[in-house]
């Protein structure tokens, strides 16, 4: 089945710190992915949508300038946050869907839970 | 437009039990509807799908039931089982926007 890596799992990291996570599709090649953030007991919110060799697309209210998303291979896209603060702490979700076939489901990589101290 | 509303927020089921979940949607244009289930610390997972041109889809102890016309689904799990604990997350969208909405969830325990 379709995989979706996600790496890392886990940051701890200062305020004031950028960091990248990594959205891997194993065995498939995905034109689009999509970025989504979930706070404790909440449901996922999409932020941006990753388009391989173009700019993201940014939903209503999240800065792209916070956020920056690279989707430089049809197999990998980051999203950076840039100059972290004890807000942006989240459990942040890739997701992939194969373009092979038009009717295939998104799926998600094991999410990165970044805490900003 | 694009909201998906999910209930119960939480349920709790007997081992054995049928745990019911419901979604309701506005918008017509919608034409896929998933639903995920997502273990703490997880990335959710894919269990059953449905597309509006049938009523019901059942695989294994999963069964979706579509109601086009209310504009409401619902994922029925048969025999729960205590592994079956997890946040089940409705969603839907539509072919040409591929992003997905999600219903808010709901964290089903199932009693031993």
């Known amino acids: 089945g379709a995989v979706v890596s996600q790496h890392p799992s886990r940051v701890i990291c200062k305020s004031g710190t950028s960091v990248k996570i990594e959205c891997r599709s194993l065995?498939?090649?995905?034109?689009?992915m999509f970025w989504y953030r979930q706070f404790p007991k909440q449901s996922l919110m999409l932020m941006a949508t990753?388009?391989?060799?173009?700019?993201?697309?940014?939903e209503q209210g999240v800065e792209k300038d916070k956020f920056l998303i690279n989707h430089a291979s049809l197999t990998l896209s980051t999203l950076t946050v840039t100059s972290a603060h004890p807000e942006d702490s989240s459990f942040y979700i890739c997701s992939a869907r194969e373009d092979r076939w038009g009717n295939q489901p998104q799926h998600f990589g094991d999410g990165t839970r970044l805490s900003i101290l | 437009q694009q909201q998906v509303k999910q209930s119960p927020q939480s349920l709790i089921v007997q081992k054995g039990g049928i745990s019911i979940i419901n979604c309701a949607y506005e918008?017509?244009?919608?034409?896929?509807f998933p639903w995920y289930q997502q273990f703490p610390g997880k990335g959710p997972a894919l269990l059953i799908a449905i597309r509006p041109d049938v009523s019901e889809k059942k695989e294994g102890r999963f069964t979706i039931s579509f109601n086009k016309s209310a504009k409401q689904f619902s994922l029925h799990i048969m025999d729960s089982q205590p592994g079956d604990s997890a946040t089940y997350f409705c969603?839907?969208?539509?072919?040409?926007?591929?992003?997905?909405?999600f219903g808010s969830g709901t964290r089903l325990q199932v009693q031993p």
């Open positions: 065995d498939f090649q995905a034109t689009t």
């Open positions: 918008n017509t244009a919608f034409d896929y």
């Open positions: 990753s388009n391989e060799g173009s700019k993201a697309t940014y």
């Open positions: 969603a839907a969208t539509n072919t040409g926007r591929r992003a997905l909405t």
